[in-house]
């Protein structure tokens, strides 16, 4: 069963016969992947799908049938198009390694759960919802009882489907878990990152209910967070951000976050990306009340800084490493950790020096006087910034991708200006 991957992070399939799964396998002799061509509509080319034959895995809930993800090739030059999610990661990522570092990561999601299906949500026009559980109850023993077998099934199926997850557990809000995958190379991270979405809501259906990652389902409550943990490794294995024991009491000279530095200063070009949605900037929009960041900032274990510097004490030596707490559950995450990475190997090259010092929380007067620099606080504003002639998304990720990516966050923001939405009909058809 070949899976496409699309803009959003939404997924298309083609199940294929067994008897052309045998056929693929005799075509392969040894390759480590196959073309396929996959007729567009309307008019389009065709474009040349390779079967990445590493992401093989099985569906247990599906018969177990095997499963392969695809990366879209140019017909012509047979390399990566610019705009193919996977491809996009997987440039970034060799980029690094021909730097001889190597890109790990992992990825955390909150998200709401509804005790609705996708017939209910019609005929309720996505309107008083009901929630799987009430009230806010981060952390608890006792709400995951109400919903044993699918809090449980999401947790093995994961772990069956190569999905592995760190932890697993509720989250302050009504019917709202948070789960956190496992770190693995970046790549591997952002295909769990894609199929954990796809295996929650499989599993969800089974039991009536439906999961959404959507940034910012209720206005009065916190959003729903997709923060990414990312580090790099040496050729030896080491990660490079983590010091030694002596240098932990001493310093270490000459060093300071290199990749931290670049992320701090660039991220809002290419918060479009980050933040890929007209929803999640609501998430953003006074968001520092719900530890949603939206400036340029970092921090030492600070939950209010836009990137939040995990080292010692809170963790091992080893395990130190930044967390980009911007993105909601909404992201792409493979356009979100090509930009991190991306970002980051500029920085490295460039050794800018950091324009802030680091924070723990900032205050609305803060804000008043400009002591820090504000993200972009919509879509659009965050287009506007991403597409402009040299910004450093263009730098870092290449005029076709941005052009194409960001046209269709223009499209977004047009049919976002043609709606007329619920709020306005209430506020404005007698006031007006």
């Known amino acids: 069963m070949p899976q496409l991957l699309l803009t959003y992070g939404s997924r298309r399939v083609d199940l294929v016969p067994e008897n052309k799964e045998r056929h693929l396998g005799e075509l392969l002799n040894g390759k480590e992947s196959v073309e396929l061509c996959l007729g567009l509509a309307n008019g389009y080319r065709d474009l040349l799908a390779s079967i990445d034959l590493s992401t093989y895995r099985r569906i247990p809930w599906e018969n177990d049938v095997p499963f392969f993800l695809v990366s879209f090739l140019d017909p012509d030059t047979k390399e990566p198009i610019s705009v193919d999610p996977r491809g996009v990661l997987k440039k970034t990522v060799e980029k690094a390694e021909q730097d001889g570092w190597s890109c790990y990561a992992g990825v955390e999601y909150e998200y709401f759960q509804f005790k609705e299906t996708p017939q209910s949500l019609a005929d309720k026009n996505f309107s008083s919802l009901q929630p799987l559980t009430p009230g806010m109850h981060g952390y608890s023993l006792l709400r995951t009882q109400l919903n044993n077998d699918y809090f449980h099934d999401i947790f093995d199926e994961a772990t069956r489907f190569g999905c592995d997850i760190e932890g697993h557990h509720t989250e302050t809000g009504p019917g709202v878990f948070e789960t956190a995958l496992a770190y693995t190379s970046a790549r591997r991270m952002a295909d769990n990152a894609l199929l954990f979405k796809y295996l929650t809501k499989s599993i969800g259906m089974k039991y009536g209910i439906v999961p959404s990652f959507m940034a910012k389902p209720w206005g009065n409550l916190p959003g729903c967070s997709g923060h990414i943990h990312v580090s790099l490794r040496d050729k030896d294995g080491k990660n490079i951000f983590a010091v030694t024991p002596e240098e932990l009491k001493t310093g270490r000279e000459g060093a300071a976050y290199d ?33 949603a960041p939206n400036a340029v900032t970092y921090g030492y274990d600070s939950r209010a800084a836009s990137v939040r510097v995990i080292s010692p004490p809170s963790v091992p030596l080893h395990a130190t490493r930044f967390e980009i707490r911007v993105p909601g559950a909404d992201m792409n995450a493979f356009f979100a950790l090509s930009a991190i990475f991306a970002l980051g190997l500029l920085g490295i090259e460039k050794k800018l020096p950091l324009p802030v010092a680091p924070l723990s929380h900032f205050t609305i007067e803060d804000k008043k006087a400009g002591k820090i620099t504000m993200l972009p606080q919509s879509l659009e504003a965050a287009t506007v910034k991403m597409m402009a002639p040299n910004s450093k998304a263009r730098e870092a990720l290449g005029n076709d991708f941005v052009d194409h990516f960001g046209g269709t966050r223009e499209h977004e923001i047009k049919l976002w200006n043609q709606a007329v939405t619920t709020w306005e009909v209430e506020r404005y058809l007698e006031l007006a």
């Not at 990749?259 to 479009?272: D, G, M, P, V």
């Not at 933040?275 to 609501?282: A, F, L």
């Open 259 to 291: 990749e931290l530095k670049y992320i701090s200063q660039t991220a809002e070009y290419f918060l479009a990306g980050l933040v890929p949605t007209i929803n999640g900037y609501k998430r953003l929009v006074g968001g520092e009340a719900f530890w």
